[in-house]
Every structure is written in structure tokens, then in C-alpha cells.
């Protein structure tokens, strides 16, 4: 059986755990040398998935930045972008948003009900996968594992951070805190209400604690609990 690829959740958040605000601009919570930093965790990676909520909020090209960091890529034998991966129910996509266009090879996960919307709404701006009635993280990351992704980087937003935290499939969380408070209830949070594993009381292992600038870097390994 293929394995499945190791699953790096993503975010930086404000102390009070949100990872935007509820203007029509986007927050940048973390700073440039953070920023930075996710460019090395996106160029160590086979791919990146965000929901199709975050992309049709957000618009990113969702890209490796760094010349230099795709060049090492290719030199590895990897291709110059990580493979860019959405997940979505509905299939309300825009074929004019920006992941479609930039970067290299595009992936689309759904459910029967929507695929054919999918494939009619991009044509051939990316390869389109349906995992039955219902949207199944396993069968996902099975697919992805046999696609050759060894590695994944999930970028958000909140609903997916928790359907992945919930179902035990995270290995690695990545947390950038920024030094703000959003204190705005219908704000995005990193993580929503879930029966998590554990309970309340089970702890995650801690993996790093780090200061970027005025940004304290927080790595935990979910699937190691106390």
C-alpha cells in the first residue's frame, strides 16, 4: 500500500487565535522574515493544499517565491512549483482566480455530486478527482500518497486545520503567533469546535518554540500526545 504523505498544517494566527479579521483586506499577521520561512517549508514540499473558501477570500498565486529555493528544486529532480492542491463540496470555483494561473500543476479533490461542475468551470486548468458522496480526508491523502507527494503542506483555512486535526491526521502543526488581537467573534479561527483526539486534557508534544522578529514560531507533533 502507498503511503500516505506527511501532513504540515500551517498558519500564523493572532494571540487570540484568529488567522484573519472581517474587513475585506487580508491581515498579514506574520512578518517578513516569517513570511520567508514559509517559502522554505513550501519549497520542502511536494505539495500545497488550501480549501477553496481561503482561495476565493484570498486570490494567492501560491507560490515558492525564492529563485534560488526552485532552483534547488530542479536540481533535486523535483519540478520548479510543489504540485498546488483544493479541496471543495459545492464546486463554486472561478476559473479566473490566480492558483489556476501561476505556478505548475494543479489538483482539484471533490465529490460526485460536483465533480462534473468542476471540470466543466476549469476545463483544463487542473486534473479534477472526485472521493464519492462525501468528501473523504483519507481517501485524499491516499490519492495524494500515490501520486507521489511525500510531503504536504496545508495552508487553510480553519475548517480544514480542523476536519484534519479532528480525524488524526496532522503530523506536524506549524504556529506562527503575531503579537495582535482581532477580538472580532466572526472572524476565521485556526481551529473550530471538534471531538479531537485525546480530550481537552492530552497534550501535544512541543517540537520547537522560536522567536522570528516580533513572531514566536510553534511546532507540535498532534499525533504524539500525553
Do not use: C
Amino acid at each position: 500500500m502507498t503511503a500516505r504523505p506527511y501532513v504540515v498544517l500551517s498558519a500564523a494566527m493572532s494571540v487570540d487565535g484568529y488567522l484573519d479579521d472581517t474587513s475585506s483586506q487580508r491581515l498579514l499577521l506574520s512578518n517578513s522574515e516569517d513570511f520567508d520561512r514559509v517559502d522554505q517549508v513550501r519549497a520542502e514540499s511536494d505539495a500545497i493544499l488550501i480549501g477553496a473558501t481561503t482561495m476565493r477570500k484570498d486570490n494567492p498565486r501560491l507560490l515558492v517565491n525564492s529563485d534560488e529555493r526552485r532552483a534547488r528544486r530542479v536540481a533535486d529532480g523535483k519540478p520548479e512549483f510543489p504540485l498546488k492542491v483544493t479541496v471543495t463540496r459545492s464546486g463554486d470555483l472561478s476559473a479566473d482566480l490566480k492558483f489556476w494561473h501561476h505556478g505548475g500543476a494543479k489538483l482539484v479533490f471533490t465529490v460526485d455530486d460536483a465533480a462534473e461542475k468542476v471540470r466543466a468551470t476549469l476545463g483544463g486548468l487542473a486534473d479534477v478527482v472526485s472521493v464519492g458522496p462525501e468528501l473523504d480526508w483519507g481517501l485524499v491523502l491516499d490519492e495524494l500518497g500515490r501520486r507521489g507527494v511525500k510531503r504536504l503542506m496545508v495552508e487553510g483555512g480553519g475548517t480544514i486545520h480542523t476536519q484534519l486535526m479532528a480525524a488524526g491526521l496532522a503530523d506536524e502543526v506549524h504556529l506562527a503567533v503575531a503579537p495582535l488581537l482581532v477580538g472580532q467573534s466572526a472572524a476565521p479561527r485556526f481551529l473550530g469546535a471538534a471531538d479531537y483526539p485525546g480530550g481537552s486534557t492530552s497534550r501535544m508534544r512541543l517540537l520547537e518554540a522560536r522567536a522570528i522578529g516580533d513572531v514566536v514560531l510553534l511546532r507540535y507533533a498532534p499525533k504524539e500526545r500525553g
